[in-house]
């Protein structure tokens, strides 16, 4: 298994990533806060696959932090602190919380109790290792 040190910075990247998508939609929003970009240009942007880029609308909405707002290539930001408000989010915390704990790695009661959030959040959060592992 990877290091702590190691699963962090993945956990970092990977809330960098969806951050991104959040800071391009929410920079092409019109008046009414609508954001209307296709993911293909998106994906251009950030010069990844447009099916990177669904994945991440797809993730986004999960979230909550995203909502389709009609037709075709419009959506409305919601939620733009995913470090708060995220799995991915809560897992950068918890990584940082088992750096600075480690006798709690295989504790995850202790683990939602320090970080005031559900079991099933941590488990969630937890989750989220299978796309830092590989």
């Known amino acids: 298994m990877a290091s702590i040190d190691k699963q962090k910075e993945n956990a970092q990247c990977l809330l ?3 951050i991104s998508v959040i800071n391009i939609l929410s920079s092409c929003k019109d008046t ?3 954001s209307r970009i ?3 240009e998106i994906a251009k942007m950030l010069g990844i696959s447009q099916t990177a880029v669904a994945k991440r609308f797809k993730n986004l909405t999960k979230f909550g932090a995203i909502s389709k707002a009609g037709p075709r290539n419009a959506y409305i930001v919601l939620k733009t602190d995913l470090l708060n408000h ?3 989010g809560l897992l950068y915390k918890l990584m940082t919380l088992l750096k600075e704990q480690p006798d709690i790695v295989n504790d995850y009661y202790k683990q939602a109790e320090q970080l005031n959030v559900s079991y099933k959040e941590v488990q969630v959060a937890r989750g989220y290792l299978t ?4």
């Open 86 to 88: 995220s799995p991915i």
């Open 38 to 40: 296709s993911q293909t």
């Open 131 to 134: 796309f830092l592992i590989t």
């Open 16 to 18: 960098d990533a969806y």
């Open 32 to 34: 009414v806060g609508v």
